[in-house]
């Protein structure tokens, strides 16, 4: 997959991985060296926001267009390609976006073979393609556009101007899948089974028979991470857990009792509780509570970490590795380099520093994360732990604003427990990114409860949809729903009159409130 503009081209892979190909991606200043260094089968040249006229726009090496390998090109993909193999692309001043009426001119070729005649495709340009290149069919066309979709099979060269991989082009799928299975000859290799397959080949080749320590957090990637790798050493593997007390009600049991049960994985959890909550006395500042949490977090772990090294040393072993859960995405965006890539800075704590001393092992580096869940699945993870919302390191630390105490994480865990519980009961979780409740502890307002006046908390419902979390809008719950989460809060947790929603996006706003 060669990035015209990287959220097409993220897209665009996991399209291709789900018709069964493996599928990598590559920046488009890749030199045709560079891209045969990774021996592919196939190219997929990705949309993009610029215009091929404009001065700056990304281009291609040219001596990638001679390379002997198929080449699939999608909206700027399309036109880079058009222009490089000599077509012509035009700034007419027609430009089609969104919903588009595509009409097939010739159904004999397999990429649109099969396909009904008129078909709704998705389409975001300006340009466009006005004649093929010398040798190639005219597949498709639209009002605006002459040349919609082209083909060569002699060379197995071929575009569209749609953007097949979005789900409201109606066979973008099925248009994929006939050049990757058609045309190109590519067998459905790549799924779960054959993941795991590789991976605990792999990691045994690389472990032999030293140990490896795994910081587990509950979430889905170092679960599915750590599954992993029980499965390729068994008990080579110690995961830790760090219990800092600032996690969701049953968190912990979840990653003691049935993540071990399901999974056999040998586990230490260190409760840290007193040493987080005093080391939190008296700090209300966002930032500062994040450091401490970061800090005291690293320190836990390291000391875990030596006593397992010395456990190791006395049955004459060697604790070499530390397995990390990073995905696809992480390093796809951190540039594709080596080593663990840096996100937002915030999105390491609850994590690791990169300069503990031990090499690195990071068995879903490669994957999207709804891989990861499928292969979780397969290796037995629990549902509600593959299925689980984004929840930050610092965890409830970082939900409560004001100072952290033992009372208030009481009070917000069950709210919280509440929230989830009704999202779950209406299956909404499973349709929002996530839904962070926050305890404003240091808001009160009056209220009335029974016979009295109260003066209590509010409780604040962040509930957002997002593909990413860089951008997100707030979710526009049923009002049924929300009126129940406000009946039960306000019934059951003591301390709390009020429920607020929250609705902003991001930005201006973050998900997190600190
Ligand atoms: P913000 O608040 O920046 O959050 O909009 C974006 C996403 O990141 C999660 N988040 C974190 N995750 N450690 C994490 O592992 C952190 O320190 C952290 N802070 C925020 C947040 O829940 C949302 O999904």
């Known amino acids: ?94 430009r089609e976006y969104g919903r588009t009426e595509a009409r097939v001119v010739n159904n004999t070729d397999p990429l649109l073979a099969g396909q009904p005649d008129t078909q709704v495709t998705w389409m975001s340009h300006g340009d466009q393609v006005v004649a093929a290149p010398p040798g190639f069919s005219v597949l498709a066309t639209t009002e605006a556009t002459p040349v919609a979709a082209f083909g060569d099979p002699a060379t197995k ?140 977090f690293i320190r836990t772990f390291e000391q875990a970490a030596a006593d397992l090294v010395r ?29 663990t890539a840096v996100i937002k800075s915030h999105h390491n704590v609850g994590g690791l520093p990169d300069d503990l001393e031990f090499d690195l092992i990071e068995p879903l580096r490669t994957l999207f994360k709804d891989e990861v869940r499928e292969i979780g699945r397969q290796l037995g993870v629990p549902e509600d732990i593959v299925a689980r919302h984004p929840f930050p390191g610092p965890g409830l630390g970082i939900r409560i604003v004001g100072e952290v105490t033992a009372e208030r994480l009481d009070l917000l865990r069950a709210a919280d427990l509440i929230v989830r519980e009704e999202l779950t009961a209406t299956g909404v979780d499973g349709e929002i990114w996530q839904c962070p409740v926050v305890l404003l502890a240091d808001v009160r307002s009056v209220g009335v409860q ?25 979710t526009r719950l049923e009002h049924e729903l929300l009126a129940n989460i406000s009946n039960r809060i306000t019934n059951e947790v003591a301390g709390v009159n009020r429920v607020v929603l929250d609705i902003t996006s991001k930005p201006p706003g973050t998900i997190e409130w600190e």
């Open 450 to 474: 029974g016979d009295g006046r109260t003066y209590g908390h509010p409780i604040v419902l962040r509930p957002v949809s997002s593909d990413d979390a860089m951008t997100a809008d707030w």
């Open 1 to 94: 997959m060669v990035d015209f503009g990287a959220q097409y081209a993220q897209l665009i892979a996991r399209r291709v991985r789900e018709a069964g190909v493996y599928s990598e991606i590559v920046p488009h200043t890749a030199t045709a060296a560079d891209i045969m260094a990774k021996d592919p089968l196939a190219l997929v040249l990705s949309g993009g926001p610029a215009s091929v006229y404009e001065p700056g726009s990304p281009e291609l090496d040219p001596a990638v267009f001679d390379l002997d390998v198929p080449i699939f090109g999608i909206c700027y993909g399309f036109q880079v390609m058009a222009q490089a193999l000599g077509g012509e692309v035009a700034q007419t001043g027609s």
């Open 311 to 339: 456990e190791a040393a006395e049955d004459d072993a060697e604790v070499r590795f530390l397995v990390q859960g990073t995905l696809y995405p992480d390093v796809v965006e951190s540039g594709g380099g080596a080593g």
């Open 157 to 296: 060269r071929y575009g569209v101007q749609w953007h097949p991989e979005v789900r409201h082009t109606d066979w973008g799928q099925n248009v994929l899948e006939h050049f990757l299975h058609d045309i190109v000859g590519l067998a459905r290799e790549w799924n779960a089974d054959n993941v795991i397959a590789d991976q605990v080949e792999a990691i045994r080749d690389t472990v032999g028979d030293a140990r490896v320590i795994c910081g587990l957090s509950g979430g889905v990637d170092s679960s599915v991470a750590a599954a992993l790798v029980h499965r390729a050493i068994g008990d080579q593997l110690v995961c830790v857990f760090v219990d800092h007390g600032l996690l969701r009600a049953g968190e912990r049991e979840q990653v003691e009792r049935d993540f071990v049960q399901s999974t056999g994985v040998r586990l230490v959890t260190v409760d840290a509780t007193k040493r987080f909550l005093g080391e939190l006395s008296g700090v209300v500042d966002p930032e500062s509570k994040r450091k401490i949490i970061g800090r005291e």
